[in-house]
């Protein structure tokens, strides 16, 4: 089959073997698969994330198993974990949606050997290739109304969702969303979706703002003012809770100087470069500080879910699709906020 293979750290279209099935998997036909954030990290900061999922698995005990699939880079791999497909196969034994269903699924696959992640492994392909392999159990039947390209941002959107959960922030707390890409808006949706009325957000890029805004923020040019006096001078009167969504080093720091006494700052951007803060602000102003990462299986049912009965419209962050020939252009167009946000890959379209 063809699929975008990452590979001497470069991008490169090629054939590479059709999957097969075993126990307890589908096979999947890739209809649609979102190009994330964190696999343009992993293009450029590739052999940085390995050695730190090196040092990172001794202390993940049981989970490191999963291990993030310990990738050698010095072998094929192909991405894409933000996606929507059709059921061609299911394994010997298997139970599962029949052949022609449409589905979303957490980018985990089970064999013999254990669970494996699909984002970054050398063995099993994401979606950016014809075909997948998927774990049975895990497939969610996508609703007929639903287009498929909307079905693919049930990913991202259980970002924001597990972001806003592990928060703890309540429909009376304020919120300030602190970069408005995919992952910014991510939780900008989510925070409507739990009921936050208050939401300020700000990106340097207009034209993120204006989805933001779109999804029920108040936009502000971090340019033109701080954040966090934008919360001031909208709602400063109720508790705020911060979302770092950038992942650019000195921005915790710089949160930790502006925000006032007793706020959650939630970071959700990876940051891929040592950082520092100074933890005599935090202390002084009893910060709370806290990492997510992902979504749990609830997350990503509840992202389906909502997108599925229309209680949030993330279509409008779809600002291309491309073919498996066009991914390596899209990866290079996505270094321009300003004209791109979520790049679809539709793998049939050439």
């Not at 924001?160 to 703890?168: C, D, E, L, Q």
């Not at 957000?201 to 923020?217: E, P, Q, T």
């Not at 100087?257 to 959650?264: E, M």
Request: with cysteine; proline share 8%.
């Amino acid at each position: 089959m063809k699929a975008c293979v990452m590979r001497g750290g470069r991008l490169v279209v090629d054939e590479v073997p059709d999957p097969r099935p075993e126990p307890g998997q589908a096979l999947v036909r890739v209809l649609a698969c979102g190009i994330c954030g964190s696999d343009l990290h992993f293009l450029r900061h590739g052999a940085r994330m390995v050695a730190m999922t090196e040092e990172l698995v001794p202390s993940l005990g049981a989970m490191a198993d999963i291990a993030l699939s310990r990738v050698d880079l010095s072998r094929d791999v192909v991405m894409g974990h933000e996606f929507c497909a059709e059921v061609l196969e299911l394994g010997p034994d298997t139970a599962g949606p029949p052949p022609g269903t449409r589905v979303v699924s957490m980018p985990v696959v089970t064999s013999a050997a254990g669970v494996h992640q699909l984002a970054y492994n050398n063995t099993y392909p994401g979606g950016y290739a014809e075909q997948m392999l998927l774990s049975a159990p895990l497939l969610l039947e996508v609703p007929a109304e639903l287009s498929t390209g909307e079905a693919a941002l049930t990913e991202p959107l259980a970002v924001g969702i597990h972001a806003v959960a592990k928060s703890g922030i309540g429909a009376g707390d304020a919120a300030v969303v602190v970069g408005c890409g995919p992952v910014g808006l991510a939780v900008v949706a989510a925070l409507r979706l739990a009921g936050v009325e208050s939401v300020v957000a700000g990106d340097f890029s207009a034209g993120r703002r204006a989805l933001a805004g779109r999804l029920g923020a108040e936009v502000v040019d971090p340019a033109e003012e701080p954040l966090v006096e934008a919360w001031r001078r909208l709602e400063g009167g109720r508790p705020l809770v911060v979302f770092e969504a950038v992942g650019v080093p000195g921005t915790i720091e710089q949160l930790l100087r502006d925000v006032p006494l007793g706020t959650r700052v939630v970071v959700v951007g990876v940051c891929m470069e040592p950082d520092t803060i100074s933890p005599f602000f935090a202390i002084a102003k009893e910060l709370s500080l806290q990492f997510v990462l992902a979504y749990s299986p609830a997350d990503f049912a509840t992202s389906l879910r909502a997108i599925a009965e229309r209680r949030v419209d993330l279509a409008p962050m779809i600002t291309g699709t491309v073919g498996l020939d066009g991914v390596p252009g899209a990866f290079d167009a996505l270094a321009h906020p300003d004209e791109q946000v979520k790049i679809l890959v539709e793998p049939a379209s050439g």
